[in-house]
């Protein structure tokens, strides 16, 4: 296949500019010509970086200022560099001659044999490029699959965290979160939607870390105080894990957990997988809830719980998480 590319000639030879120029063009290439090494690293420094050098050893001139190449390398590492030789020239031996980018064109020159050897220089520039495309592709996959990883180990140790100061409390999380997984493949999430759904399952209580113990166990009605300090976990839970950057993305699910369907639009776009996610750990939150005992109350009928819920959705709760909850919990 051929492939057209930038051709540099750094030649003060009229006579080798005369007759290479046109091969080059002939190509289907785009030619640039200039005498001397100075006015190559002055196209280099304007942006034109081409993918073959082409430099005219025999040129008084094409030398001065040999440092264009080594910035040309710095610039296109898989760039081609060919050389101009006359007749007889010893240059094929110089250790250079050994790299793949590195090649000659010698004297006389013969069309078929300068276009070959371009496309040779543009086809292995080709394939370096798809080299390095996949090598990118490579680090990139490695540092999401860190980031993931980094990002479970924090969740873990946080979750560790509400486990050693409150047994219930890790335990309503996790069957939240084990309720949500279910949600998350009854409903066909993406992956990366499912991970942040059960993710923020796990920690949506951590902002009760700032909540006295006695106050969150205790048995006698609450004060307006008292319930406002207990609401404002969720506050504070978002804010904890905004300050973690691998954890930022559960802040909304997290900071929004406890808020009414009806009025959730006006705080997470309605289009965005957060506002479905949050609609999800809102229901399963709240039926977990009713569902577990606590110290001041017994678990509460499904006589009691189902209804309520249904007759939420659209208002308290998601419509749609609704129905798909209803449809995973057993009879």
């Known amino acids: 296949m051929m492939l057209s ?3 540099l000639l750094v030649s003060d030879r009229d006579d080798v500019v005369a007759e290479l120029e046109p091969m080059i ?5 785009m030619a640039s010509v200039v005498p001397d090494g100075s006015e190559a690293m002055k196209l280099l420094a304007e942006g034109m970086v081409p993918d073959v050098v082409i430099s005219d050893v025999g040129s008084e001139r094409s030398l001065e200022g040999i440092g264009y ?15 101009v030789t006359e007749p007889g020239a010893p240059l094929d031996r110089r250790p250079e001659a050994a790299q793949e980018r590195f090649a000659v064109l010698p004297r006389p020159f013969r069309s078929e044999e300068v276009q070959r050897t371009l496309d040779a220089a543009l086809q292995r520039m080709e394939a370096e490029f798809r080299t390095l495309r996949a090598e990118v592709w490579r680090s990139m996959d490695r540092l999401r699959r860190e980031v ?3 990002r479970a180990e924090m969740v873990k140790a946080l979750a560790m965290t509400i ?13 939240v979160a084990d309720t949500c997984r279910a949600m998350a493949v009854a409903l066909h999430l993406a992956d990366e939607d499912a991970e942040l759904l059960v993710q923020a399952a796990q920690l949506h209580e951590i902002g009760k870390m700032s909540v ?10 609450l004060s307006t105080e008292e319930l406002e300090r207990i609401r404002s976990h969720t506050r504070v839970g978002a804010g904890i894990v905004r300050g973690i950057p691998t954890l930022r993305r559960l802040a909304p699910l997290i900071e929004h957990h406890m808020t009414d369907h ?15 996610l949050t609609g999800i750990l809102r229901v399963v939150d709240a039926w977990d809830a009713m569902t577990s005992e606590r110290s001041y109350r017994p678990a509460l009928p499904r006589a009691y719980w189902e209804p309520f819920i249904r007759a939420g959705a659209g208002t308290r709760f998601h419509p749609r998480a609704v129905a798909t909850l209803m449809r995973i919990l057993p009879r």
């Open 148 to 150: 993931v990883d980094a």
């Open 69 to 83: 190449v080594r910035r040309f390398r710095e610039l296109n590492r898989a760039g081609g560099h060919l050389v």
């Open 25 to 29: 063009r002939a190509g289907q290439h």
């Open 5 to 7: 590319g930038r051709i």
């Open 163 to 175: 486990a050693a100061r409150d047994h219930f409390m890790h335990g309503h999380c996790e069957r």
């Open 262 to 276: 009806c009025e959730l639009a006006g705080e997470i776009a309605p289009i965005s997988p957060e506002f479905l």
């Open 212 to 221: 006295p113990l006695e106050l969150l166990q205790k048995t006698a009605p």
